[in-house]
């Protein structure tokens, strides 16, 4: 047993897989200097109680674990060396752990620690620290002064808190010469940072403040030579001194710099090809989301260390380089996206054999794919060109894509055929939607086992859904709309599909046992086909959000079993045949969004790809249409819009009062229907509702006084009806013109000088089998929609950002 080594000074178990508690007996061994338990699976907390005696260790290290409660650090006296990085300890931190006197290095990164940073006697008591780690927690406050003139700190590291206020250094600040590296980024920090204040740390080579949008950082000092050398320098998202480029009084004297981020900070000017020297150092230059301008060709020197080099979201123009290989010859990732560059992609790029991720999409190039790009390249990862000029053959004619994880070729003029043979043992996605590819679509002899996105969309393939595509039993998302398919669709496979999208072509039968697994499904769009038979089989899709029938040939009634759908947000029956009653139950479903954003984890599995790097289901795009427009959302879509669609049908009966108890619905259509009654007054209670359209059917009655409490209304119509009464002129239902109250022969507008029989007393009890509404309401805008699937690409900036909304007219 461990407890009878007695002289045992140094035990190291890490990167094992023991899990369970950690033993008690390993912290009471008498001579144990060195302890390392880390990258296991020990759970629960630290077996140190308050009564324990003191622990003798000089360093304990049980970092990538999953140890939970709070830090027991009192028996540590003697400690010099902490690591608790990725735990899940909470709390906030004890004062005695900045009491302990011998402490040089601390790391309590990736945790869930909280409250404020304890002060008091800390600055006397640490004096021997020299590393810091406390990134990644959720600490508030102001950050201690004391920590930046600790006589032996080198290594501060704060990130990804929330820390707030003026950044604590100024003029007077009484800084370790010690200090090697600075990193606060991520946090909500304000106030100025001049660097001519750091003037005397000669030791200094990091320096991370990114994503503090409220931080004036002051870089260039006329007359001022910095007297340290630069290692890293990140200053993404900052309020920066937008002269670093043009000016580069102080960049050009950084000759040691290998990091270099000045992403998303609106720098104006020409591209900096300054940067690169004979004599640079540079690995990584991130410039993504400015507004620099100028070309790719000034570069003479070759970059013999540039690994990475991201110009994103800019206006670079031009052509890129035919020296491009000789430039950077160990490129691994290369990111152009987004500028005006034009003209054809050099052949000479194939000798950069080390590329891994190449993404030139949103610009104008033109001409065909080299055919070497698909086989010259060993280390290819990721290939992007959407969404250019790009024409010629498919994947340059070849039909082996070697290595290629993720192929995105969309939004091009690439023509003819898929080949019947393609191959790729590691492509997880292609991506070919809106080309020009023709021909039908043979995947028999296809070997990519592993292929979980394929989006064909928006071509002009022809014929039957080959049957052979149920081979790939990893498919996450199979997007074949917009294109001339015919007849029916394979019977059931897929076991993990999630989204189907096979709207806007010719198929037909019944779909009552389709090609997908019913309990994997979250969006199924069918729409503008030829399908037939009922729609009973709808109840099983038990995890379905996005439902989209509309525009094919469904009849019979609307099952009940619809009601089982307890995450539907968004469904759409219009222009079928469907008749009868609706079921009274569809006022059960919430029609909520997710605030669990789990069922869009990525479709891929590439751990290494860049953090800024966009994963395959965040490429999903849906389309909403409202008052003659198509939006264009992306995956935030189910939880930012929730609608129902059954107009153009033959429903008949009653409007169920239940559905007054949607109160999560941004959009209900019931138009073109053959609907009798009142209208139901529970719709008083649709709070989210942006859009209620039920014209075109034969309900009569008044309008409720109720529907005036619906205050953000932004559509409205009940033309078409036999209601009577008056039109009520307050609230949104008075702000609509008369087309949203035509052909009402008995309904009056009070406005006008009509006259207008008494009204329902508002205090008045509702009807028997009617609810009361409730008063308290709120919404947004828009209409009646129709649903589309995923088409484009967002990308993240160093902070996350919202989604881009794209505006089809």
């Known amino acids: 047993a461990v407890k009878n080594l007695r002289n045992l000074r140094i035990l190291n178990m890490s990167w094992n ?8 007996s390993l912290f009471s061994l008498p001579h144990l200097k060195i302890l390392d338990l880390s990258k296991n699976n020990f759970g629960r907390h630290i077996p140190i109680s308050s009564s324990s005696g003191p622990i003798l260790l000089d360093v304990l ?10 830090l027991p650090v009192k028996a540590f006296k003697s400690i010099r060396n902490l690591k608790l990085r990725n735990n899940q300890f909470s709390g906030s931190l004890p004062a005695s752990l900045f ?29 021997n620290l020299r590393e810091l780690y406390l990134s990644s927690n959720q600490f ?21 808190n929330y820390f707030e206020g003026p950044f604590p250094i100024n003029p007077s600040s009484n800084l370790s010469l010690s200090l090697k590296s600075l990193r606060f980024s991520q946090n909500n920090l304000s106030g100025r940072l001049a660097f001519v204040w750091l003037g005397n740390l000669t030791k200094l080579e990091e320096i991370d403040l990114s994503g503090n949008a409220k931080l004036v950082v002051d870089v260039n000092i006329p007359g001022w030579t910095p007297p340290f050398q630069l290692k890293q320098l990140l200053l993404c998202g900052c309020d920066l001194d937008k002269n670093i480029i043009s000016r580069p009084e102080f960049l050009g004297t950084q000759r040691h710099l290998k990091v270099l981020d000045l992403s998303n900070n609106n720098l104006s000017g020409s591209m900096p090809n300054w940067l690169f020297t004979k004599e640079a150092t540079l690995q990584d230059l991130n410039l993504r989301n400015n507004s620099l301008t100028g070309s790719l060709d000034p570069i003479w020197h070759i970059q013999s260390s540039l690994s990475r080099i991201d110009i994103h979201m800019n206006h670079v123009t031009g052509e890129l380089p035919a020296n ?12 152009f996206s987004s500028n005006d560059l034009f003209g054809h992609i050099p052949t000479s790029m194939c000798e950069i054999s080390s590329i891994g991720f190449l993404d030139l999409s949103n610009n104008k190039l033109s001409g065909e794919v080299p055919a070497c790009v698909f086989t010259n390249y060993p280390e290819l990862s990721v290939l992007k060109v959407s969404n250019n000029k790009l024409g010629g053959p498919i994947f340059g004619g070849m039909n082996n894509l070697s290595n290629i994880y993720e192929l995105h070729l969309d939004g091009n003029k690439f023509k003819g055929t898929l080949p019947h043979d393609l191959a790729g043992n590691f492509v997880r996605v292609i991506d070919l939607h809106d080309n020009q590819l023709s021909g039908k679509l043979n995947v028999s002899f296809w ?5 979980r996105v394929l989006n064909l969309a928006g071509n002009r393939i022809t014929g039957k859904i080959d049957q052979h595509i149920c081979g790939f039993t990893e498919i996450h998302l199979l997007d074949l709309s917009r294109n001339n398919l015919t007849g029916s669709v394979p019977n059931s496979c897929f076991i993990v599909l999630n989204f189907l999208n096979l709207t806007g ?11 997908f697994n019913t309990s994997s499904l979250i969006a199924l769009d069918v729409r503008h086909n030829e399908f037939m038979g009922n729609v009973n089989w709808v109840g099983y899709l038990e995890n379905i959000r996005l439902l989209s029938l509309g525009g094919n040939k469904f009849e019979g009634q609307i099952t009940p079993n619809l009601c089982r759908l307890m995450y539907l947000r968004i469904i759409d029956l219009s222009h079928n045949k469907l008749s009868g009653s609706l079921p009274a139950c569809i006022g059960n479903i919430s029609f909520k969004g997710d605030t669990d954003d789990q069922i869009f984890q990525p479709a891929n599995e590439i751990m290494w790809v860049p953090d800024d790097y966009t994963t395959s289901n965040e490429l999903m795009y849906f389309t909403f249409a409202t008052k003659g427009n198509l939006y264009t959302y992306g995956r935030s879509f189910f939880v930012s819009m929730s609608g129902i669609d059954l107009s153009a049908n033959m429903l008949d009966g009653e409007i169920p009062w239940e559905l007054g108890n949607l109160n999560h619905v941004k959009s209900l259509n019931l138009s073109y229907n053959l609907f009798v ?9 649709l709070e989210d509702i942006e859009s209620l359209d039920l014209s075109h059917n034969k309900l009569s009655g008044p309008i409720p006084w109720q529907l005036t409490q619906l205050f953000s209304l932004g559509v409205f119509s009940v033309a078409y009806n036999n209601l009577s009464g008056c039109i009520p002129n307050s609230g949104q239902l008075g702000s609509f013109s008369m087309d949203s109250y035509l052909a009402n022969t008995d309904l009056h507008n009070i406005t006008q000088g009509n006259m207008c029989g008494p009204g329902p007393d508002p205090m008045v009890e509702e009807s028997a089998g009617e609810v009361p509404s409730d008063p308290v309401l709120y919404m947004v805008t828009a209409a009646s929609f129709v649903l589309a699937f995923w088409a484009s690409v967002a990308f993240s900036f160093c902070h996350p950002h919202g989604r881009t909304i794209i505006l089809k007219l």
């Not at 897989?17 to 008690?24: A, E, I, R, T, V």
């Not at 491009?324 to 990111?335: A, E, G, H, K, R």
């Not at 070997?447 to 292929?451: A, I, K, R, T």
């Not at 072509?505 to 090609?515: A, C, K, Q, R, Y």
Request: avoid cysteine; charged fraction near 10%; aromatic fraction near 10%.
């Open 17 to 24: 897989n023991f899990n369970g508690s950690l033993p008690d």
């Open 61 to 70: 290290d049980l970092s990538y674990n999953n140890l939970s409660g709070n």
């Open 99 to 127: 009491a302990l006197p011998h402490l040089k290095s601390l790391d309590l990164s990736y945790n869930n620690l909280s409250g404020a940073l304890p002060t008091g006697q800390a600055s006397e008591s640490l004096q």
């Open 140 to 160: 508030i406050g102001n950050i201690p002064t004391f920590l930046f003139s600790l006589p032996h700190i080198e290594q501060l590291n704060l990130s990804t």
């Open 324 to 335: 491009l290989s000789s430039m950077f010859p160990v490129l691994y990732d290369l990111d």
């Open 447 to 451: 070997n990519m086992s592993y292929l």
């Open 505 to 515: 072509n010719s198929l037909s039968g019944d779909i009552s046992f389709p090609l």
């Open 677 to 685: 009654g009142p209208i139901p007054t529970t719709f008083g209670s």
